[in-house]
Structures are given as C-alpha cells and as structure tokens.
Nanobody, 116 residues
Framework: QVQLVESGGGLVQAGGSLRLSCAAS???????????VAWYRQTPGNERELVAS???????NYVDSVRGRFTISRDNAKKTVYLQMNNLKPEDTAVYYC???????WGQGTQVTVSS
C-alpha cells in the first residue's frame, strides 16, 4: 500500500515555472525506490494524459508536448518525486496527478493554472 500526496500547484503566468512534489507514504519495510512513478494531467471532459515517468533506476520519459520544458526527478531518501515545469503555457493548465506504475496507486491531484 502506497499513499501519494501532491503539492506545489497554483496559478502562474505563461512563461513561468512551478515545481510539483509527490510525497509517498509506505507501510513498514516497503522501499520507495523500487517503484516507477509517473505524472499525469487531466482537463475537464478529457482522459488523463501521461506527462512524464521515472523508473526505479532513474530513467525518464516525457510526452512530446513537455519535453525540454519539464523535468521529472526523484529523491528516494525523501520518498518524493518532483516535476519541475518551466516555460509554462496556458495549455499546460490541468489537474496534475502522480501515480506509481505497478501496482497503480494515485494521489489526489493538484491544480495547475497558467494564465496567458
């Protein structure tokens, strides 16, 4: 069982930056580093879109629309995964969720709003 809590969302102007955090709570003797973790985003009426993922070994993947602007990273000692978002655009506005990959656990989401 893994519980995930996202933070760091907010309102920012286009061109600005935000850093999202995804903090994990695990049951005793579980190791966070074995989990691959992904960030998703969702806008009203649409399905959740995979934005970025990071494997247990640190390998990363990004959707084309954010590559070069977003960076996913992890600090296993802090049981936290980050999403640094730079040069934000209005189309990045969404609720951002983090999730472990396998098995799948979801956080509650954090709103990101980018004004033009």
């Amino acid at each position: 069982q893994v519980q995930l809590v996202e933070s760091g969302g907010g309102l920012v102007q286009a061109g600005g930056s935000l850093r999202l955090s995804c903090a994990a709570s695990l049951r005793a003797f579980s190791v966070f580093s074995v989990y691959a973790v992904a960030w998703y985003r969702q806008t009203p009426g649409n399905e959740r879109e995979l934005v970025a993922s990071i494997g247990s070994g640190g390998s990363t993947n990004y959707v084309d629309s954010v590559r070069g602007r977003f960076t996913i990273s992890r600090d296993n000692a802090k049981k936290t995964v980050y999403l640094q978002m730079n040069n934000l655009k209005p189309e990045d506005t969404a609720v951002y969720y983090c999730a472990t990959v396998n098995p799948r656990y979801w956080g509650q989401g954090t709103q990101v709003t980018v004004s033009s």
